[in-house]
């Protein structure tokens, strides 16, 4: 969908700037915390600016964290509410003092299990592991990384997160890759089901999941969390090892971090948001 070659596109044009310090870190009436983005550099590649963005950041439970950014003028398409019952951002009032210069060192919003912390100018955001301060996503670039800064256009959004070395992560389906539901550096990752047969390799199916689970090894200790982008819009995913990329074509970042710290435990986290497995009903099973 996306050329890779897009992520070394002057993405330093693409900077924003957290403008609205009395809302950090203050609570937001549902008890999160929130903030304002402006684009710093105006520009029109990939389309216009989006010039105001509202920064949503709650602890849902003791294991699930959910970052949310929209446009702050704007309604934008997300996955409906009805159909998918979670919390909705509260709208911030968008007020932009002076405060801005205090807005330059790093900050943090702990919960039970999971940390975030920003970073104002340009904006960047991370979140850790608690109990051993493990950096599980994080979207900062020092110029050196294979992607760029946050990007935010009516029409294109691209955000990414270093990893590490010996991460394993599976997940972002349905497709048929060859290499199943385990992720391999240097292949992009298209979401835009199609709906077509599983016969076919390389191929879009019916489901699209923007979810992975991350499996490290931590001092000879077992770990895993996963990270859901709650967007239906299309997109490709470029994983390279050491850093993971989105390229989406609409919508909003809708992030949610299950801290785990087992796979069991990270499935059950995902399905307490998305809903259960359903049973088969009986008919399905033929008759003997």
């Not at 309604?75 to 330059?104: C, D, F, H, I, M």
């Not at 199609?194 to 689970?213: E, F, K, Q, R, W």
């Not at 995913?237 to 989406?248: A, E, H, N, P, W």
């Amino acid at each position: 969908m996306f050329s890779s070659a897009s992520s070394f596109l002057s993405l330093s044009f693409f900077n924003y700037l957290l403008i609205s310090a009395p809302m950090f870190p203050s609570e937001t009436p549902d008890g999160g915390i929130g903030g304002l983005l402006q684009v710093k550099q105006r520009n029109k590649i990939y389309g216009p600016d989006i010039p105001l963005l509202q920064l949503h950041v709650k602890h849902e439970t003791q294991d699930r964290l959910r970052v949310h950014i929209t446009d702050a003028e704007k309604q934008r398409w997300e996955v409906p509410y009805n159909l998918l019952p979670r919390e909705q951002a509260p709208a911030l009032k968008q007020t932009t003092g002076s405060s801005r210069k205090n807005l330059t060192t790093v900050r943090e919003y702990s919960g039970s299990e999971l940390i975030f912390s920003y970073i104002a100018d340009p904006f960047s955001f991370s979140v850790k592991r608690k109990s051993n301060g493990q950096t599980l996503f994080n979207s900062s670039s020092d110029g050196s990384d294979s992607f760029g800064v946050m990007v935010f256009k009516d029409q294109y959004l691209e955000i990414s997160t270093q990893l590490p070395n010996d991460a394993s992560l599976y997940g972002l389906g349905e497709n048929t890759q060859p290499h199943g539901i385990k992720l391999f550096p240097g292949d992009p990752y298209t979401l835009y089901t199609t709906d077509i047969s599983a016969i076919n390799l390389n191929a879009d199916l019916y489901g699209s999941h923007p979810v992975y689970m991350d499996l490290r090894n931590v001092k000879g200790q077992a770990y895993a969390h996963a990270v859901l982008l709650l967007n239906s819009n299309g997109m490709d995913v470029f994983y390279r090892g050491t850093s993971l990329t989105y390229k989406i074509i609409g919508g909003v970042f809708d992030l949610y971090f299950f801290s785990g710290p087992s796979p069991l435990a990270v499935v059950d986290q995902y399905t307490s948001l998305i809903g259960r497995p359903a049973a088969m009903p009986y008919w399905a099973f033929g008759r003997y």
